[in-house]
């Protein structure tokens, strides 16, 4: 049970991974019918009605309160609020590896922030590890810029630093709040303030445009990935997010995101029939490497330092 309970954090960093990474094809496919603000604010809208149903079921327990909100609400505002505005307005003004690129940046402002705000520090191993996933990423996304046409305008690189520094507040806020609050319960809050402001943006969006809000729902695909985005990209991935960053240094769980490079990869392969060439080969071995490197050093600087004490 402690090898488990050890692991638990690391575990739940690789099942977040996952699930993000399968979203991007999920949201590529079905953004072909489905509006940008619809997919998200319908997202986020599914999210809150199975979190309700399990709330009041008592199969997860939610402590409501004022000071919940309070304190949580910061982290929604970051994430998912701005990071979603930031990143859809970057990704449309941005050339795709030049976005993924910019994206992978986020371990490292979160490692800058938390060393600001919450005096966490990587060692010289951890240090040299990290850079080694943010090099595959870099690797992955220059490749990638070279076979693109497509032009990244000044705004897009800014929107897309607005995404990055909104992940790296969203990562050390949450850190601080799971102090006090489970990351069930900022996960809830979570989705609550994601469903309402991206529900109005959506409903707005579709009269402004005309089109019917809701249609989506009826159509069995459709329904598919917006249960998918609701239930696992939303609910379960968010709280694993959450979990990760009330157990291992932030820095640490943020850098989990690099693997979201890996499996978007692998779907890609597995399930469009992208092509895999050395570069991605070596950048997703680059990444991972990182990954692992910088979290195993962590664990062995812990286990000495108990041993000392």
């Known amino acids: 049970m402690t090898v488990l309970k050890k692991a638990a954090p690391y575990i739940s960093g690789i099942v977040f991974s996952t699930i993000f990474g399968f979203s991007f094809l999920i949201v590529k496919n079905t953004l072909s019918n489905v509006e940008v603000f619809q997919l ?5 809208l599914t999210a809150l009605v199975v979190f309700e149903i399990l709330r009041l079921t008592k199969i997860v327990k939610i402590r409501l309160s004022k000071g919940l909100f309070r304190s949580a609400l910061p982290v929604a505002v970051f994430s998912p609020i701005l990071y979603f505005l930031f990143e859809v307005y970057g990704i449309k003004n941005a050339e795709s590896g030049e976005a993924g690129l910019m994206i992978g940046m986020i371990p490292v402002a979160v490692a800058i922030t938390s060393w600001i705000f919450l005096k966490e520090k990587l060692n010289i ?9 943010l090099g595959g990423v870099v690797l992955i996304s220059i490749m990638q810029m070279q076979n693109s046409t497509g032009e990244t305008k000044l705004i897009g690189f800014l929107l897309l630093a607005g995404a990055v520094l909104s992940a790296a507040f969203y990562n050390i806020l949450s850190r601080k709040t799971s102090v006090k609050y489970s990351p069930m319960e900022i996960t809830y809050v979570m989705m609550v303030v994601g469903a309402v402001v991206f529900s109005i943006i959506g409903i707005t969006d579709s009269i402004i445009k005309g089109y019917p809000y809701f249609q989506p729902m009826a159509d069995p695909a459709a ?15 968010f709280f694993c997010v959450n979990y990760t960053l009330s157990k291992i240094p932030a820095v640490q769980s943020a850098l989990f995101a690099n693997l979201v490079t890996v499996i978007s990869v692998v779907a890609g392969v597995l399930f469009l029939n992208e092509s895999f060439p050395v570069y991605k080969i070596i950048g997703s071995i680059l990444i991972i490497t990182g990954v692992f490197g ?16």
Request: proline share 0%.
């Open 40 to 44: 998200i604010g319908l997202r986020f």
């Open 125 to 133: 191993k951890q240090a040299v590890f990290m850079a080694m996933s």
């Open 223 to 237: 329904l598919g990935s917006i249960l998918y985005l609701g239930v696992l990209s939303s609910i379960i991935a």
């Open 294 to 309: 910088t979290n195993y050093f962590h664990i062995s600087t812990v286990e000495k330092q108990k041993n000392r004490n």
